[in-house]
């Protein structure tokens, strides 16, 4: 009976010095990454340096849109939701592509996505859409294209820029 208690001691103090040397193990582990973490912390840093004008227009341009969108709030659909002019925006420029006209897209492809002198073409667009189809945009739509174009302005966004 002694050597089965004996037996049992031994594994038990087999299992403990293993798991003590697991949890040493960890402990050096947790340790060391602590101190790679704290040291990256230090010594991180992330440069952005986008080079295709484009790009960084477009995203001025994107930056516009939403604040835009925002100044002008939520209006009434014809179906009883609610949408800001974002909805409305998307509506005209599609039936613009449907004409042939082009369109700026939000896209950050680098391509020209030339959003100042669209605005007026969007303006002029949605003048026309409102005569053949009275209340199809939104009386306000009209003073959001006037916003935008003062925030795209604001915002530093440029005409005609010819990637490098």
């Known amino acids: 009976m002694s050597k089965i208690y004996n037996n049992i001691n031994n594994q038990s103090l087999n299992v403990n010095k293993s798991q003590a040397f697991e949890k040493a193990k960890l402990n050096k582990e947790n340790e060391l990454s602590k101190n790679i973490t704290e040291e990256i912390k230090k010594n991180d840093s ?80 949605a003048k026309e859409l409102n005569m053949s189809n ?9 003073d959001f294209c006037d916003a935008f174009k003062e925030k795209l302005i604001q915002y530093g966004c440029e005409e005609n820029i010819v990637s490098k």
Do not use: R, W
């Not at 939520?74 to 949408?83: F, R």
């Not at 449907?98 to 391509?111: A, E, Q, R």
């Not at 945009?137 to 009209?142: H, I």
């Open 46 to 125: 992330i440069t952005i340096s986008e080079q295709n004008e484009n790009i960084i227009n477009t995203k001025k341009a994107h930056d516009a849109f939403k604040d835009t969108c925002s100044d002008f709030g939520y209006t009434k659909t014809s179906m009883g939701a609610y949408a800001d002019m974002s909805y409305y925006y998307v509506m005209a420029v599609s039936l613009m592509e449907d004409k042939g006209i082009s369109v700026p897209y939000f896209t950050l492809d680098g391509k020209n996505n030339d959003f100042l002198p669209f605005v007026d073409k969007l303006k002029d667009f």
């Open 134 to 142: 009275p209340g199809f945009l939104p009386s306000q739509f009209l």
